[in-house]
């Protein structure tokens, strides 16, 4: 067995915490929790969501852990070594095309969020020295989506921003990177937690978080909330399973796989916590925001409220530095391939992911303006995406994963990895909650997509 990887290491566990809690926290803990909890209604749909985490979300992550730190790949050569070993085909590799595949599209609009966030975080700061304030925050946000070249500016930034760091490496890139910025995240949301605390609408914003309303529930939601299941946790396109590649040998899998996946669970609540307050003491509906809702609804308070301005240039700054390590891990498994498969050099194989996916990202750009006409099966351009990558290729991904862990992947090799570091019931459980449940509920999902049941 391999014990190291040709792409690094991290060099503890705690620096593999790090990376992989800074790829599940990002924007779909701060930006899209809150914004599809609000369009779904509230406690019914976080119900379902915590529920998936659990059955769906955990188990995938523990196999693709077991599956990158015994393949030690990137996660195409990881399956093909894997499939080798239990004897199986290797069309097993598929599932890290997809998962190559679903994270450029991922990626694409990822990063067109992400820049505006950057976007915001500069206006905050123009606004420290003198600038103008942000007085009608729905023309801000509209404004913004209206010039391609702005967004296609910020979306260019953050991607420069993020090859940098995947660039120079695990060791010297991605976990110095993380070590300083995820402390850092942490800081300013509790900070901003706390002001959420003292709107005096804590409660009320908890209740609409928690109390489910179960009239709310239809396949759809349940849909919306594997999918944002997925996609918080980083799992169903090999992102995870890269970063476990590049973990030391003795670390206990379930327990850095529990303290990720609550970790990231706790900040998307937090984030909640602490936005829903705001929304409500406007006065704002805290159903139905959409996408739009943290970038028009916070400004509002961060105008009124004392050193606002200070505490919109801290959120933003938050969100993008949270963006920051997702949009990382999201850019690691093509590029380990790539390294792999060619003769490039990690930095030329980096450059030309983020060259790539820059360009995908456009189609998002243009959605908002030159294409707000353009309908892909009544969607519009990047919902379309969002949807195809989130909704679909996730799950598949995730699927397909678990069945390659449960029944395909030699179970010496999970017995090693996964049996000896946990109680033999909670192994067993893994084992059939992987086989069965998983599977079983991702399958009723897919079939509700597509309207088979
Ligand atoms: N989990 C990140 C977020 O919540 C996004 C992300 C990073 C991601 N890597 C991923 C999503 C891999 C799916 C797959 O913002």
Known sequence: MQTTSIHGMWSSRLAFILAATGSAVGLGNIWRFPYVTSDNGGGAFVLIYLGCILLVGLPIMWTEIVIGRRGRMSPINSLRELSDDAGASRKWMGIGFLGVIAGFLILSFYSVVAGWTLHYGFLYLKDLFGGATITDPDATFGSLLAQPGELAFWHGLFMVMTVSVVAFGVEKGLERAVSILMPLLFVLLLVLLGYGMNTGYFLEAAGFLFKPDWSQVSGAMIVTAMGQAFFT????????????????????????????AATDTVVALVAGLAIFPIVISFGLDPAGGGPGLIFTSLPLAFAEMPFGILYGFLFFTLLSVAAWTSGISLMEPATAYIVEATNLSRKAAAICVAAVAWMMGLASVFSFNVWSEVRIGGLEVMDAIVYVANDVMLPVG???????????????????????????????????????????LILVVLAGLFGII
């Open 233 to 260: 946790l980083s799992l169903g396109m090999c992102a995870i399973m890269t970063y476990g590649a590049y973990l030391p040998s003795g670390v206990n899998i379930p327990r850095v796989g529990v303290t990720v």
């Open 398 to 440: 995730g699927l397909l994963t678990a069945v390659f862990g449960g029944w395909v992947l030699s179970s010496r090799i999970t017995h090693e990895e996964l049996d000896k570091k946990m109680p033999d019931w909670a192994y067993n459980a893994w084992l059939w909650v992987t086989r069965i449940v998983t599977p079983a």
